[in-house]
């Protein structure tokens, strides 16, 4: 849409879609919200015209993008809540939207392709990157799958398709926050095959205070998660296990003009992480 964008609401006991969800704005991005009360939601397939599976990007401020799953979610390219000008390139609006993804039953979420290097972006420009919120009742750990747990994608999963990230940064405002909640299970990789989980996490803010990035879960935690959250200010990084906490990613919390930010790791049995600045 020219001006503010629609809104989009799909409701089913499955959901199987196999083209994009476009709710772009010139002004405002429209909201778009789907739920599966018994089964799984499957956004795949098609891509818009800028290659995203799910796009409510706005110039003043991107939509909001919230996905209820009982089981699994599968997205075929990435998912944009960025603050996006029509007919210009790159993100030089003012606010991204929120992403809030939500597995209330047992299931994983698997990414098969980033979209300019992105799983999910929620990057602003003049005002605040958005928040990305995951949080999945139940992982679901088996073989079909490698033996992954939670947060997939199909490089680390099938060797195939573009990796990429989370990235809420910013230019003039503050960083957006990612949270990732586990409420019983894994994350991350535990089969037998020396393989890893690579996801970027950027929360960053050029002229303002970075992004705060959580991750936890109750059981054991394996994966290669890069994290930035550099700022004038440093935001705070955490990471929170139940059992062993394994991270082969670097933790960045700098503060370019004042304090680094706070880097909190927490293990009740093995711990390992790949350096750490703040």
């Not at 849409?1 to 002004?27: C, D, H, K, W, Y």
């Not at 029509?86 to 392709?113: C, E, H, M, P, R």
Request: with cysteine; proline share 1%.
């Amino acid at each position: 849409s020219i001006g503010r964008g629609g809104n989009i609401t799909m409701t089913g006991p499955v959901v199987q879609n196999n083209n994009f969800l476009e709710a772009r704005g010139g002004t405002f991005g429209g909201i778009v919200t789907v739920t599966s009360s018994v089964g799984s939601v499957t956004i795949d397939s098609t891509t818009n015209s800028r290659g995203f599976s799910i796009d409510t990007s706005g110039a003043v401020k991107a939509g909001n993008i919230t996905i209820n799953s009982a089981t699994s979610m599968n997205f075929g390219a990435g998912i944009d809540s960025s603050a996006v000008v029509q007919g210009v390139a790159g993100i030089t609006g003012v606010s991204g939207g929120n992403v809030n993804l939500n597995v209330t039953g047992t299931g994983n979420i698997l990414f098969n392709s980033a979209t300019a290097g992105n799983y999910i972006s929620t990057q602003g420009s003049l005002g605040n990157g958005g928040n990305i919120n995951i949080s999945i009742n139940q992982t679901a750990q088996n073989a079909s799958v490698d033996n992954y747990s939670g947060i997939l994608n199909a490089n680390d999963v099938f060797g195939c398709c573009a990796t990429g990230g989370f990235n809420t940064s910013t230019v003039s405002g503050k960083g957006g926050d990612v949270n990732v909640s586990i409420a019983n299970g894994n994350l991350g990789y535990f089969g037998a095959g020396g393989k890893t989980n690579v996801i970027t996490i950027n929360a960053t803010s050029t002229n303002d205070v970075g992004g705060n990035v959580r991750v936890s879960s109750p059981g054991s935690i394996n994966v290669s998660w890069a994290t930035n959250v550099n700022g004038t200010t440093g935001g705070n990084i955490g990471f929170d296990a139940g059992n062993n906490l394994t991270n082969a990613g670097t933790l960045n919390a700098n503060g370019t003009f004042a304090d680094g930010g706070l880097v909190s790791l927490h293990a009740v049995n093995n711990l390992s992480n790949a350096f750490i600045t703040a």
